[in-house]
């Protein structure tokens, strides 16, 4: 694709539930970042896959908080038992390889938490 | 994040006057830097970066400094215009750490037309 999609745009959930985010990067990407993005705040660094490999996820807030990128393309983010400080926009971005390469970031995932 | 500092956080200038922006950084040993332009409910849009070989970096009315010695590095946008309007946020890639980066606060710029 031309860009980095992500899907849901927005996810409502109940406190407790289990949501899945998708991040569909640019073709031939090697390098996926996911990143949590607080109201007014900048981007916090989440986890980063090079192909398959989750080489970092030093910044997952929880062992609630799960990503994977099974196929080295698509890449799920997934929380389980949702929390309402959960809340917040999970964007993904990717780049060609490494993290000194400019990262594409998608639109985001806005999820509210109930 | 706590690694780097970005001020000031809201900015308004007139069209045509130019706008900086500031950042700091605590590991001397990033050694990549990147700006983000982030309009309300868009994604962020790289719109320039510097790594750390080099001093500064030009593109059309944006520009970017860096001072390693000193830790920090600074956007520059001249003749501002109305679409120039944005959050803005620095980041800096930190080596020590591998594969992170740290964003700033972010800087919300207003262009008063």
């Known amino acids: 694709g031309a860009g980095v999609s992500q899907s849901p745009r927005y996810k409502v959930a109940k406190r407790g539930q289990d949501v899945a985010l998708r991040c569909d990067p640019i073709?031939?990407?090697?390098?996926l970042f996911w990143y949590q993005q607080a109201l007014g705040q900048g981007p916090e660094f989440l986890t980063y896959?090079?192909?398959?490999?989750?080489?970092?996820k030093s910044g997952l807030p929880s062992d609630r908080f799960f990503a994977e990128r099974p196929e080295g393309s698509v890449s799920t983010l997934k929380i389980q038992r949702t929390q309402q400080e959960d809340s917040a926009v999970y964007l993904c971005?990717?780049?060609?390889?490494?993290?000194?390469?400019?990262?594409?970031f998608g639109d985001g995932t806005r999820l509210s938490i109930l | 994040g706590e690694n780097v500092e970005q001020h000031p956080s809201t900015l308004s200038v007139q069209e045509g006057d130019s706008a900086v922006i500031k950042c700091t950084y605590s590991?001397?040993?990033?050694?990549?830097f990147p700006w983000y332009k982030q309009e309300l409910g868009k994604r962020p849009q790289l719109i320039i970066d510097?790594?750390?070989?080099?001093g500064e970096k030009k593109d059309q009315r944006i520009a970017v400094t860096l001072n390693k010695t000193a830790k920090h590095f600074s956007l520059h946008i001249t003749e501002t215009q109305p679409e120039d309007s944005a959050v803005y946020f620095c980041?800096?890639?930190?080596?020590?750490?591998?594969?992170?980066?740290?964003f700033g606060t972010g800087t919300s710029l207003t262009v008063i037309p």
């Open positions: 896959f090079q192909n398959e490999a989750q080489l970092d």
């Open positions: 971005a990717s780049s060609l390889w490494g993290s000194n390469q400019p990262q594409h």
């Open positions: 073709s031939g990407h090697v390098s």
């Open positions: 510097i790594r750390s070989n080099v």
């Open positions: 980041a800096a890639r930190l080596s020590n750490t591998g594969n992170q980066f740290y």
């Open positions: 590991d001397s040993a990033s050694n990549y």
